[in-house]
């Protein structure tokens, strides 16, 4: 509780009381701030922590929910689509949380110096909430303490982000991050699977192609591909197709129709009506709505530097891509 505490303080000192997302001088963690509960926004997940130090959130992947607050994090494992919501922010208690992208090069790294004996021995999901122990989130807490020192963040952080990586391999979830890197098992081979369907998203989807990039045969992908990310590979591909879409039209100012065909689809119809399905307007109406919340500075993309002052607001800057993240 005091480390959580502790924790709220620090982000409340570089967020200034200001409610936004702020990138920061350490590669990777962008802390957040909220005052109100936002609407709930489908999010492309990448390999990350998150913790809250004050409030609650609700993500749910494939109808299955994950909460979590200030005891607890969200550790998520590989490229995942998800819904996010947090829950009871007040202009008296506002949400304070940060997420910390996962470098899977230093896991590895980490892995290999390790016991062997502890490799995974199965396909686990994804996502995943933990408790969070004394010793996790202390590391945490001197990550964000750095952030007041340029030189400090730039020397130390990559120390302290390899640190929290082990704490979180050592930990009940370490699994999760351990099977992406074991070369010989499934979920390696489901990350490939995934790094191909992200550079290849665009194209008609052959499952028994995919498959063959996995190593594995197409009913095995089907069946380990769901299990680790809770979408079929056509689902998995959908949700890339929409993400990047809707980046377009933000950061790119592209129309519906154009946005549709860069991404793949064939039917400017079929594109509004699946746009609508997951991020609950059509198209048009959910840029305009993102552009107004930018403009009253409620959700803010990320481009702030963490070296401005921590009361300025953060710039509006060209990426509105994250604008509903949070």
């Known amino acids: 509780m005091e480390a959580s505490l502790n924790l709220a303080q620090l982000i409340e000192r570089q967020t200034g009381g200001v409610d936004g997302n702020y990138p920061t001088a350490v590669d990777g963690l962008t802390l957040y701030r909220r005052s109100a509960d936002p609407a ?3 999010i492309l997940y990448e390999p990350a922590l998150c913790v809250i130090a004050q409030g609650s959130k609700r993500v749910t992947l494939a109808g299955r929910e994950f909460r979590y607050d200030a005891t607890k994090y969200l550790l998520i494992a590989a490229d995942v689509p998800a819904m996010a919501q947090i829950v ?3 202009a008296r208690m506002p949400y304070l949380g940060l997420k910390l992208l996962l470098d899977l090069g230093d896991v590895s790294d980490l892995v290999a110096q390790m016991d062997t004996a502890r490799q995974p021995v199965a396909t686990a999901r994804a996502l995943a909430v933990g408790t969070l122990d004394a010793a996790l989130i202390q590391s ?9 020192s340029p030189q400090d963040a730039v020397v130390l952080s990559p120390l302290l982000r390899r640190e929290i ?7 009940p979830d370490g699994q999760r991050l351990r ?14 699977a995934l790094s191909w369907l992200k550079g290849h998203y665009t194209e008609p989807l052959r499952v028994e192609a995919l498959a063959k990039q996995a190593g594995m045969s197409a009913s095995a992908l089907h069946h380990q591909f769901k299990a680790f990310t809770a979408l079929s ?25 154009e946005a549709s065909f860069q991404v793949g689809y064939e039917s400017p119809s079929q594109f509004s009506r699946e746009y609508r399905r997951l991020f609950g307007e059509p198209p048009r109406r959910d840029i305009e709505l993102l552009r107004g919340r930018a403009k009253a500075g409620t959700h803010l ?9 921590p009361t300025r607001r ?13």
């Open 40 to 42: 709930p926004a489908a």
């Open 88 to 90: 009871g922010a007040t």
């Open 140 to 148: 945490v807490c001197r990550l964000v303490d750095i952030l007041d």
């Open 165 to 171: 990586t082990y704490r979180l391999l050592i930990g």
């Open 179 to 192: 099977q992406v890197v074991a070369r010989a098992g499934q979920a390696h081979r489901l990350t490939r």
């Open 233 to 257: 590979p056509l689902q998995y591909q959908k949700h890339l197709r929409l993400h990047e879409a809707r980046r377009l039209m933000l950061a790119e100012a592209l129309d519906a129709a």
């Open 301 to 309: 993309p990320a481009g702030v530097s963490a070296r401005k002052s």
């Open 314 to 326: 953060p710039d509006l800057g060209l990426h509105l891509g994250a604008l509903a993240e949070y």
